[in-house]
């Protein structure tokens, strides 16, 4: 069985491509096997390992999500991706997304997608990672209904925070009704800020989420929150980081590189990693 990860925040930029390949490498680390699927047609995340231009050849997440023939590319022994391509766009804008839910259900032929039945998913990989665009775009439906876990990243931006407390109230409540699976969130994760926020700011922010759940999602949905909604550990704004996602040649360092060069980036990302799969284990104890 797969565990589905999906990172979403519907506002632009609060580090979602980013944060999908730190936690693909903290897995890594933990000796998972990690399959990456950009259902971004912007590519970001994609070009972390594939030179665009070679995009363009390649199968991928949307033709998966048409039940078409996609290619599985392999990085590493632990990790592999599902990548996007631009002219994905164009297929959006022709009408030829579905907007049904090809993750989590195939709809003609009555079962579970092909991410939780494809024997070169599910014999190799112990964690799916998507990456979602922005906004609400058909991928980011999909990306959403074929979660086990979400994880919102966020920065202390005001938007950002709208961003997060928008999907909690609109658009999670949904997702919980009518899934095919049990979709929980595994937490929002402070990412790409500074070290100037105190320990108390962190916790205000914290229960305010907390209040903000309370308020506003019938209680019975409550449990689909972790109890305590912020991770602890943050992903601070690290020069290593910035701009990853527009750097020439960017396919050519493997992220093992750039955690080489800073070792408190590189611990925040392991504790990350070690956080996520202590509070996936919290949920299953739980059910
Ligand atoms: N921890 C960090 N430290 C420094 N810079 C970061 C960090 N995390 C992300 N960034 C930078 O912030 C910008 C936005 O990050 P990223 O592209 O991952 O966000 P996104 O949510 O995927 O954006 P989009 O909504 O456009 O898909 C990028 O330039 C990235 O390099
Ligand atoms: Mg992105």
């Known amino acids: 069985m797969v565990t589905v990860i999906t990172i979403t925040n519907q506002k632009g930029g609060t580090g979602k491509t980013t944060l999908s390949a730190l936690l693909a490498f903290a897995l890594t680390e933990l000796n998972k096997k990690v399959l990456l699927i950009d259902l971004d047609p912007q590519a970001h995340l994609s070009s972390f390992f594939i030179k665009p231009n070679d995009l363009e050849n390649i199968e991928g997440s949307l033709h998966m999500a048409l039940g078409q023939r996609f290619k599985i590319v392999k990085i590493n022994d632990r990790l592999g991706i599902i990548p996007s391509r631009l002219d994905y ?142 991770f602890k550990t943050i992903i601070h704004r690290h020069n290593e980081l910035r701009d990853v996602v527009y750097r020439p040649r960017r396919w050519e360092i493997p992220i093992s590189r750039i955690m080489r060069r800073n070792e408190e980036l590189f611990n925040e990302v392991r504790e990350f990693g070690k956080e996520v799969l202590d509070r996936e284990t919290l949920f299953q104890h739980l059910q």
């Open 89 to 230: 766009m164009v297929r959006a804008y022709r009408g030829e997304l579905p907007m049904t839910r090809p993750y989590a259900i195939d709809e003609r032929l009555r079962r579970p997608s092909r991410l939780r039945m494809e024997p070169a998913i599910t014999g190799r990989y112990d964690y799916v990672i998507i990456d979602t665009p922005p906004e609400l775009y058909p991928p980011t439906i999909w990306g959403l209904y074929a979660a086990d876990y979400i994880i919102i990243p966020s920065n202390l931006e005001e938007l950002s925070l709208m961003g997060v407390r928008l999907l909690i109230k609109d658009i999670l409540p949904d997702v919980f009704l009518y899934s095919k699976h049990e979709v929980k969130v595994l937490g929002i994760a402070l990412t790409n800020i500074t070290k100037r926020y105190r320990p108390e700011t962190i916790e205000k922010i914290n229960n305010a989420i907390v209040k903000f759940i309370r308020d506003k999602i019938p209680r019975t949905l409550h449990n689909r929150f972790y109890v305590r909604p912020l």
